[in-house]
C-alpha cells in the first residue's frame, strides 16, 4: 500500500515573476513542505494559475519603488503557520535528501538557521569550479529572527522588486546542511542575459556605496574572518578598487579557479561574467559622472551654441 510521506513543518516561500517555465519543477520539489506561498508581482503568463494547480498560496506583492522588498516584505506580513521558513527561487529545486536533512536540523534548539550550499548548472551541465562551488546561502531560519540587510540599492531603477543579492541577518547561531540545493534554469541565454543586465545595475550601485564610503550598519558586514559570505563581502571590498576587472574575472574564474575544467560550458559561462563585469563597470561610470544616479541629466544643454530650430539636412 502506498504511505503518505509526512508533511515537513517548514513554509516555503517562493518569490516569482513570469516563471511559468520554472514553477512546475520547483513547486513539485517543495511538496513536501507543510506549506508553500508564492509571492508574485503580477505576473502576465501562467504563473499564477500553475502555483494554484499546485496547492501553493498566491499572494501579489506590489512594488512601491522602495524599502522594503518582496521577501522582506513577506517576512513580515505572510501569515506563515509554521516557525521555520525556507525561501526558493523559481529556479532552484529541493531534492528528497536535502527535505530528510531539512526534517531533522529543525528539531535542533540549538540553531536558528542553516545555510544551504546550491549546485549551480548552466547549459545542462554543473558549473564545478571556477568559485561557483560552494555558493552558500542562509535560506533556512525562523521567519521571526531574520531580515535581508539593505544594501541602500533601491534607488537605482531597474533592479526588479526583489532581493536577489542581499543576504539574511539572523539572530543566533546557524549551521550548514550538507546536502545541496539545485539552480537550474529552463529559460534560455537571453533571459540570462537579460536578467544579469538588471543585476548589473545593482552591483554598480553597491560598487558606488563602497567606494564612497556608505554606511555598512545595516548589513551583514565585512569580515575576513567571518562567514563565507562575510569573507566575500570582504573581498569585493578590494576587488572594487581593482583595474582591469573584466579581464581579471574571466582569469580569475577560468584558470586560477580551474573553470576550464567544466568544459564549454565553462568557457562560455566564464566569458559572460566577464562581460557582467564590464557592464557593472561601465554603470559605475555613469553613477559617478551624473552624482550616484544612473544618467539624470533631465535638462540636456546643447553643445553647440549656434543650434536652431530649423531642420538638420542630412546628405545621403
Partial sequence: M?????KVPVSVLIPA????????????SVARADEVFV?????????????????????????????????????????????WVLIVDCDERITPELWDEIEEA???????????????????????????????????FRHQSGR????????????????????????????YLKEDMLHI??????????????????????????LT????????????????VQRKRFLKKIWVRLPFKPLLRFVLFYFIRLGFLDGRAGYIYGRLLSQYEYQIGVKLYELRQFGGQLNVNKNPQPTDSKTTSEPIKVKL
Fill in 2 to 6: 502506498f504511505k503518505m510521506t509526512a
Fill in 17 to 28: 515573476l513570469n516563471e511559468e517555465l520554472n514553477l512546475p519543477a520547483c513547486l513539485e
Fill in 39 to 83: 509571492v508574485d508581482s503580477q505576473s502576465s503568463d501562467r504563473s499564477i494559475e500553475i502555483s494554484e494547480e499546485y496547492g501553493a498560496k498566491v499572494v501579489q506583492f506590489h512594488f512601491n519603488g522602495r524599502w522594503p522588498k518582496k521577501k522582506n516584505w513577506s517576512l513580515e506580513n505572510l501569515p506563515f503557520r509554521n516557525e
Fill in 106 to 140: 529543525i528539531k535542533n534548539n540549538n540553531f536558528n538557521g542553516y545555510y544551504l550550499n546550491r549546485k549551480v548548472f548552466f547549459l545542462g551541465k554543473w558549473i564545478r569550479y571556477g568559485g561557483k562551488y560552494p555558493d552558500w546561502n542562509l535560506r533556512l
Fill in 148 to 175: 535581508y540587510e539593505n544594501l541602500n540599492t533601491e534607488d537605482i531603477p531597474n533592479t526588479g522588486d526583489n532581493e536577489v543579492h542581499e543576504h539574511v541577518i539572523l539572530q543566533g547561531n546557524v549551521g
Fill in 185 to 210: 534554469d529552463f529559460r534560455d541565454i537571453y533571459h540570462w542575459l537579460q536578467r544579469h543586465n538588471r543585476y548589473s545595475n545593482w552591483e554598480a550601485r553597491v560598487y558606488y556605496n563602497l
Fill in 213 to 228: 564610503g556608505q554606511d555598512d550598519s545595516g548589513t551583514i558586514g565585512a569580515n575576513l574572518f567571518g562567514d563565507a
